[in-house]
């Protein structure tokens, strides 16, 4: 890495909390360095507080471009300039571009979700997912997949900040889309069963499972699963959250959440470069 630094190279950058876990310096480094690109991509823990201080200091720096993630994903746009038709639809941005001084925000999370369903062969195209979550990831998931055609999607979420929200998502869903959206609350857990009862898919796309949640499974009862319920999360360290493990046991296939980091990252790759990843090379070193 050293050795390819210049006085020119050109900075991207993660901002989250916590970070310290995420791959996406290894993904991306590694990316760069393959095809000979002169950038660097660096992790910097950033909450909501920080937030607005952060983004000034990467635009007077003239970075390229960034990755958003948690708590960052839903609130980051109050400082960008523009938005892109996905990222406005969806609420939340993962990625953002630098283009001359004007900061463009992105979300590639949803369509890297529905890619590594795809690479897992798993296809919802025209039927149910139930989905928990409402937060960046959780929106951009589910507006994705209603664009791309999946036929109904119960959202469950806690009543807590993000609930209003979600019944926002499911309006547009429902408005803008051929897709049937629903919105519960995940206290319900009866409620919670009969909706994974007749869908193809459980996806958990909130933090629970990931330190310091990593004890916690938002999922209350195994026999909520079943064998032919393929089950997702979007965490992808641990590699098998608590509820994957209960899922592994129940018989259902299991998903987690490196896919859609290689796939969302790919994209942002190419947003920020204008080239391909190389992604059969860096699933050899993250997989």
């Known amino acids: 890495m050293a050795e390819r630094i210049t006085g020119k190279t050109q900075l991207i950058g993660l901002i989250a909390t916590p970070i310290s876990h995420s791959l996406s310096p290894t993904m991306h480094n590694e990316a760069f360095a393959k095809l000979g690109l002169d950038y660097v991509y660096l992790a910097f823990d950033c909450g909501i507080e920080q937030l607005e201080?952060?983004?000034?200091?990467?635009?007077?720096?003239?970075?390229?471009?960034?990755?958003?993630?948690?708590?960052?994903?839903?609130?980051?746009?109050?400082?960008?300039?523009k938005l892109s038709p996905a990222a406005e639809l969806a609420g939340a941005v993962n990625t953002v571009v630098n283009d001359n001084g004007v900061l463009t925000g992105h979300i590639t999370d949803g369509v890297g979700y529905m890619r590594s369903l795809k690479e897992e062969g798993v296809d919802i195209i025209g039927k149910k997912m139930t989905l928990i979550g409402a937060g960046g990831a959780a929106t951009a998931i589910c507006i994705q997949a209603a664009l791309d055609g999946v036929k109904e999607i119960s959202i469950f979420n806690r009543k807590d900040d993000f609930y209003k929200r979600a019944e926002k998502t499911v309006r547009d869903i429902n408005e803008k889309t051929g897709c049937r959206a629903q919105l519960f609350d995940l206290a319900d857990t009866e409620r919670l069963r009969a909706e994974i009862a007749d869908s193809v898919i459980l996806t958990d796309a909130t933090s629970v499972g990931m330190k310091?949640?990593?004890?916690?499974?938002?999922?209350?009862?195994?026999?909520?699963?079943?064998?032919?319920l393929v089950v997702s999360d979007v965490v992808y360290i641990p590699k098998k959250t608590k509820l994957l493990e209960m899922a592994e046991k129940q018989g259902c296939k299991i998903i987690n959440?490196?896919?859609m980091m290689l796939w969302q990252g790919a994209k942002a790759f190419e947003l920020w470069t204008g080239q391909e990843m190389p992604v059969d090379y860096v699933k050899e070193i993250l997989f």
Do not use: Q, W
């Open 53 to 81: 201080d952060v983004v000034k200091g990467f635009r007077a720096l003239n970075l390229r471009g960034f990755n958003v993630s948690m708590p960052n994903k839903t609130v980051i746009h109050k400082y960008l300039d």
């Open 212 to 228: 310091p949640l990593e004890d916690l499974c938002n999922i209350p009862d195994p026999s909520m699963l079943r064998p032919d």
């Open 257 to 259: 959440g490196l896919g």
